[in-house]
């Protein structure tokens, strides 16, 4: 399994980026997507997932801003990001969890400039 992410960049806050992820190889229909971020000298967090049902959960700080949604037949998972601060810079990073197994994309890079 492969996950490939894109679309980070260089946002002001305020401003709006969108997120994609697009998973390869053969993957159980049963399993959840999320994003995760880290930023310098901290800890990878959850930021939000959703399983292949469509249940999502977000972090506190980001709920009413961020949109994560997925399209099961493609494999693919999309994370909207408004309303973005400064606090939001930080490496953002795909996984895909299928039953005790874990799937990691490489990061892709947020900055917010205040």
């Known amino acids: 399994v492969q996950l490939q992410a894109s679309g980070g960049g260089l946002v002001q806050a305020g401003g709006s980026l969108r997120l994609s992820c697009a998973a390869s190889g053969k993957i159980f229909r049963i399993n959840t997507m999320g994003w995760y971020r880290q930023a310098p000298g901290n800890e990878r967090e959850l930021v939000a997932s959703?399983?292949?049902?469509?249940?999502?959960n977000y972090a506190n700080s980001v709920k009413g801003r961020f949109t994560i949604s997925r399209d099961n037949a493609k494999n693919t998972m999309n994370l909207q990001m408004n309303s973005l601060k400064p606090e939001d810079t930080a490496v953002y990073y795909c996984?895909?969890?299928?039953?005790?197994?874990?799937?990691w994309g490489q990061g892709t890079q947020v900055t917010v400039s205040s």
């Open positions: 996984r895909l969890g299928v039953l005790t197994y874990v799937y």
């Open positions: 959703i399983t292949s049902g469509g249940t999502t």
